[in-house]
């Protein structure tokens, strides 16, 4: 199952998991039909390893800074941002994105090694693409093991949310250093909480003040560990 996950090219995170789950993943779909052609292939090709399943659409995603590593606060570095409108990608941008979807700090001799083209011309391109915003940010993929460090998804199910509900929540994300992502979401959860902690006390600290500050809009949360990341890619395809 695992191995076809990883090699799926729409499937961007792969991460087994200790708690209510065993594993999750994220696809990635232009459209409602490519999503559920690709959610129906996975189900017959492994669903009679299926004893329950949770499907969630994610809206947004804030990513910050790890400001836990240095003992500084968090600032807000990256974001899906579904209000841009559809770009038509040029075959030579979709290779330079998959050439440094897996090291960012690529230098352009290699990129323009990789896919065949010069250095004038990844260059140039790599600068288009970052000032029409087809890159919104660069991050690190750290091995939380040799760091000692732990990595949580908390799944919140929500009620009575709003804009300034919302707005409140992702402020609370940036100034909790331990939070590196938070998504917002619909399905069976409207909201989940990435965090990377060095003790699970840590990670109870941060959920107790989450939950005493927005007590009036939380109906249940889930705690998943994940115990081993397989994949994780920003442009898979």
Known sequence: IIDYLVNHKHIRWVVSCSGGWDLNFSIMAKEPQEFVQIYRDIENAFGEFIAEK????????PGFTKGHLIGQKS?????????????????????ILKA???NARKSIIDIAKEINSTIDIVRYRLKKIEKNKLISGYTIQLNL????LLRYSVFFSLHKMNENVEKKMIEF????HNIIFILILIGSYDLSLELEVSSHQILESVIKKFREIF??????????????????????F
Do not use: C, G
């Open 215 to 236: 007590a009036e809009n939380i109906n249940d949360f889930e705690i998943i560990l994940n115990t081993y990341e397989y994949k994780y890619d920003y442009y898979p």
């Open 145 to 148: 093991a040799k760091i000692n």
């Open 54 to 61: 949770n499907v969630s659409l994610l809206i947004k995603s």
């Open 173 to 176: 994300a940036k100034v909790n």
């Open 100 to 102: 440094i979807s897996q």
């Open 75 to 95: 600032m807000k570095v990256l974001e899906y941002a579904p209000e841009l409108k559809e770009r038509e990608v040029e075959e030579v941008d979709r290779k």
